[in-house]
């Protein structure tokens, strides 16, 4: 998708602080972070959303939500940490590329 945000960080058009990249995935800290740490996981392959997910999806959602524990304890949320997908504008998605966000470690604004 040529004017999708999350497949211009794929493509090294737009920077971002990326903390793990694999064939099928990449996970990059959130611009607007709501916790003290707050990372994104999305595949490479754009998927619009949770509810654009098929069976052919389904071993790349497995990657995704196994990366979020590895993550998580790489960036010493040793506490435990929260996973959100946000699913369509009802559910509060602002960009349309599938995305974990994974956060934890205090938040000012008490969502975390
Ligand atoms: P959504 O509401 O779609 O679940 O969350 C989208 C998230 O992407 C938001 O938390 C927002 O801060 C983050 N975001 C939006 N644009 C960018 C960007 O260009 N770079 C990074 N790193 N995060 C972004
Ligand atoms: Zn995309």
């Known amino acids: ?3 999708c945000i999350f497949c211009k960080i794929v493509r090294g058009e737009l920077p ?5 990249e694999d064939e099928e995935l ?3 800290h959130d611009i607007h972070p709501f916790a003290r740490v707050h990372l994104l ?10 509810a654009d997910c098929t069976v052919a999806h389904q071993d790349l959602l497995g990657k995704m939500l196994l990366l979020a ?3 998580a304890k790489e960036s010493g949320l040793d506490a435990g ?3 959100l997908i946000n699913t369509g504008r009802g559910g509060g998605q602002e960009v349309f590329h599938i995305h974990v966000h994974v956060f ?3 938040d000012p604004a008490k969502r975390a």
């Open 26 to 28: 990449l996970a990059f």
């Open 104 to 106: 934890g470690g205090g």
């Open 16 to 20: 971002a602080s990326k903390v793990y």
């Open 41 to 50: 996981i999305i595949p490479k392959l754009h998927v619009a959303s949770l």
């Open 69 to 71: 524990p590895r993550l």
């Open 81 to 83: 940490f929260k996973t």
């Open 1 to 3: 998708m040529s004017d």
